[in-house]
C-alpha cells in the first residue's frame, strides 16, 4: 500500500483518494484506542512537542489539536497571541518565526489571517507544519474531519447527493470539502443560499471538469427531501448590507422540527459550528444530527495526521 | 462509608457535613502524598485531560486547578480567552461550546462572567464540571479551601467564632464560606463592614434557620479580642459614590501589628488575597497568619475535586 | 570542582566563569542528549512543575523556556497576561503575588515590563526564579546563550575580537554580553551604532577596569575585516526623532552578500532576533551566519538552567 508521503498539510489539493484513505484508517484505529479500557498510543509521542501557534484565536480548533496531542502523550506549547511574534513594529518575517519555532517544537500547527501563509511557513520549516485555518484560504483539517463524518454514516462515500445550504461564497470549509469530494464516484451537490452569498465559480468549474454534478438551488425545503446530507453552515450578519436582507435569507435557511421531517430517514445533518440558529436545539437529538460527533471527529482526524506526520508507525 | 457521589461542582449547596468530610480527607492526603518522599499520586490522571475554559482570566484560580492536574499527571487544555467561544457577532450557546468540548476533555473547569453558567454548562456536559467562579454567582471551590484552612487550625470547626471583614456585600466567598459553616455547630459569625456593603439578608435569614448565631458590628477592635478567625476581604473602590467615604472605611479594616495583638493567641487571619493594605505586610511573619497557607490548601482541594470527580479510588 | 550554587537567575553579574563553565557543560550534555537516539534526560524532572509568569507577551523566549522544560519531562504552567496579578484595580504587590505562585511550581520564569522585579520576586519566592527578561534592565539567559554560542564556535573565547553593531544604549542583550565577555582574556570590542544609541558609559566604565578594550566605530565596513565575531541588533524607529536620521543609520548598519564577504573566512554573525532588514535574508545560507542556531541554543541553555536550579545531578 502507499506510503503517507506528506511532509506538511497546507491545503486540501494535497490529498488523492489513497492518502485519504490511509488518514481515515487511522482516525479509525485513533477512535478504536480511545474506547478502549487498555489504550496502545497513550504515549506513542511521550518524547514530541506540538507548538500552537495562532495568529488568531480560534479556541474550538486549537483545543482539538492539543488534545489530539495529549491523547498521544506529547507536550504542548501554545499561544493566542503569535501577532506579537511579526509584529509591525519589530516587523519579523513570517519566514524567521517559523525558523525560530523549528529549534523549539516537533510540529507546528498553524492559524493564520493571511491565506498562503500556511504554505510559506512549510517551505520555511525542517518540522512539519499544520495549516489550522489561513484567513479566507483554507482549513483543511476541517474538510478532512468533514469528509470523515460523511465516510463514517455512508462508508463508500460514492453515491451521495449533498446539501450545502447558507453561505457559500465566504465559507471555507464547504469549499474545501468540495475539492475532497471529487475524489469519489457519482457525487450530486445542491448549492442552496442567498444570492448574496452563492458558491464561487472557481469550484463550480473544478467539480465540472472533475465529473461532481452540482446545481444552485434557492429553495431548502425543495432539496431537503432529496438528499443523503445536509450541511448547514452560518450566514454571516455583515455580509448583508440590508439588514432586512439578512433576516430574510437567515430566515430562509433552517433545519427546525418540520424541515427535518422532509429528509430521508438515512441521511445526515452536519455544521461545522459555532451555529446561530440555522439548526434548531430541538433537533439536536434527532440521531439523523451528527453535528457534535462532526466536531468530536476532529479529534481522531487530528490523532492521525500527528501520528502519520510524526513519522510513527501505527502496524505493530 | 457515603462515597462521594457529585458528579460536578457548581455551588457550595451541594455539600452536606458527609460530603465535606470525604473532600476533606482526600485533600489531607494529597498534602501528605505531595510531601512524600515517594509519591503515590503523581501519575493517576496521567490518561485525563483538564480543560481551562476561563471566560475572564484568572492567573491566580487556573494556576491552582492546573497545578493540582499537573501534580496528579494528566493533561492541560487552557484558555483565557473563551469569550471568543461565545461572542455576540459568532452567537454561540454556552450549551453548543460545552458540547463540544466534552469532546475533547475529561473535566471542564469553567469561569464565567454570568451567576449561573457553570451549572447550565454542568447539565450540557457528558463530562465533570467545576465552577471556578461564576460572576457574582458562586465560587464554591473558595470556599471549600476557606473552609478546608479554618478546619486544619481547628479540627472540630464547632464552636468557633469567626469575623468576616470587609466587603460582605459583594465578594462572593464570604457569602459561601457562610452556606459552608451552617454544617457545623455552635458557629457564631461577625459581620464586620462598611455600611455600603453590609453581608445582604438572604445569607443573614439561611443562617438563622440553620443555627448559626450572627451579629453586625461596626468597631474591628471590639470584635477582635472576641474570635478565633478573623476572615478579611478587600473593599473595592469602585462600591463607592465618594472617594473620601472608602478611605474612611477602607482606613477602618485593617489588621496592623497594633490590631493583631488584640486577637486570641490561638486565632488565626485569613485572606482570600488579593490584598491591597487590609493586612499590613508586618503581620505575614505572625504564625496566626493563614492566608499564603489558604492559598496553598487551594491546591490541595483541587487535587481531591480532580481525583473525586474522575471516580479514581485513593483507596488501595 | 566548584558545585553550581545560584538558588535564582537574575542578572549577569551572577555569573563568574566556573559558574559559566559548569553550566556550559550541562548545555554541551543536553545538546548531545536532545540528538541522542536514547534520550536519558526526557523524563528527568517528570515531577516538577514550571510557572511561566510573563507580565508582558514573547512568545519566542516564553516557547524556549517551555520547549526546555518539556523536554526534560516537567509540566508548565503559563500566562501571557500576568498583569491581571497586579493590576491597579486589584493593586497585588510582586511580593504576594509570589509568594501565591510558589505554592503552585517548583520553579517560577518570569518575564516583566520593570527593572529588579526579577530580583525582588527572587527575594519573595521558596522556589527559583530565573529573569526571562526585565524591561530595560537585564535579560541573564539570553546573555548565556549568546556567549555559548560565540563558544560553541570559538571554544576558548580568549583572544576574540568582537563588533557590537546597532542598537547599543536599549538593547540590553549586549549590555548583558558586555559584562561575561570580562570573564574572559584578550577581549576587544568594537562598538559600531549610529550617534543616539552609543553604548553608555557605565558598560565601557566595567570594560576598562576589567581588562576588555573597546572602540567606538562608526564605520561598519572598517570594522568586519578585524572582527571574528558581528553581532548585530535591530534599530528601533522609535529612537529617532527624525525619520530621515532613522534611514540613513538603519541603512548604515546592514550586513548583505557584500558586507559579508568583507569579513574573515572563520567568523560568525550573529543577532539575538527578530531582525528587521540589519541582515539579509540571502546571508542566511553563508556558514558563518549562526542566528538561528543561536536562536536554537537557547533551548539548552535554559534546560541546563532548570537542570541546576531544581537541583538534578547530571553526573552518573
Same mark, same amino acid.
Given at each position: 500500500?502507499?506510503?503517507?508521503? @506528506? ?86 518575517? @513570517? ?10 517544537? !516537533? ?43 460523511? $465516510? ?63 446545481? !444552485? ?9 432529496? /438528499? ?10 455583515? $455580509? ?35 451555529? /446561530? ?40
Amino acid at each position: 500500500m502507499r506510503k503517507f508521503d @506528506l511532509e506538511h498539510v497546507y491545503e486540501s489539493q494535497q490529498f488523492d483518494s489513497e492518502l485519504l484513505d490511509i488518514i481515515f484508517n487511522v482516525a479509525d484505529e485513533m477512535k478504536k484506542d480511545l474506547a478502549a479500557e487498555q489504550r496502545r498510543y497513550s504515549q506513542v509521542l511521550n518524547d514530541k512537542i506540538m507548538a500552537s501557534l495562532f495568529y488568531e484565536p480560534s479556541t474550538r480548533t486549537r483545543f482539538s489539536f492539543e488534545s489530539a496531542m495529549a491523547r498521544l502523550g506529547g507536550s504542548i506549547l501554545t499561544t493566542e497571541n503569535a501577532k506579537e511574534f511579526s509584529s509591525a513594529s519589530k516587523g519579523e518575517t @513570517l519566514y524567521d518565526s517559523t525558523k525560530v519555532m523549528c529549534g523549539y517544537a !516537533d510540529l507546528i500547527v498553524m492559524r493564520h489571517n493571511e491565506p498562503g501563509s500556511a504554505k510559506m511557513a512549510a517551505e520555511a520549516s525542517s518540522v512539519p507544519v499544520i495549516n489550522a485555518g489561513d484567513g479566507s484560504g483554507q482549513h483543511p483539517t476541517q474538510a478532512l474531519l468533514d469528509l470523515y463524518t460523511i $465516510r463514517d454514516c455512508f462508508p463508500a462515500v460514492d453515491n451521495l447527493s449533498i446539501a450545502m445550504v447558507g453561505d457559500l461564497k465566504y465559507g471555507r470549509t464547504v469549499r474545501s470539502l468540495s475539492y475532497l469530494l471529487t475524489k469519489y464516484d457519482n457525487i450530486t451537490i445542491y448549492f442552496v443560499s442567498p444570492s448574496v452569498c452563492k458558491m464561487d465559480d472557481d469550484i463550480k468549474d473544478y467539480l465540472t471538469v472533475n465529473n461532481v454534478e452540482w446545481k !444552485d438551488e434557492s429553495s431548502l425545503e425543495k432539496v431537503l427531501p432529496l /438528499v443523503d446530507c445536509v450541511y448547514m453552515t452560518r450566514i454571516q450578519r455583515e $455580509r448583508f448590507h440590508d439588514p432586512e436582507d439578512y433576516e430574510q435569507a437567515a430566515g430562509k435557511y433552517i433545519i427546525d422540527v418540520e424541515q427535518a421531517g422532509l429528509m430521508k430517514k438515512e441521511s445526515i445533518i452536519m455544521h461545522p459550528l459555532p451555529r /446561530v440558529d440555522e439548526i434548531s436545539q430541538k433537533v439536536d437529538n434527532d440521531p439523523r444530527a451528527q453535528y457534535f460527533q462532526q466536531a468530536r471527529n476532529g479529534l481522531f482526524i487530528r490523532m492521525a495526521l500527528l501520528l502519520l506526520l510524526l513519522g510513527n508507525d501505527i502496524d505493530d
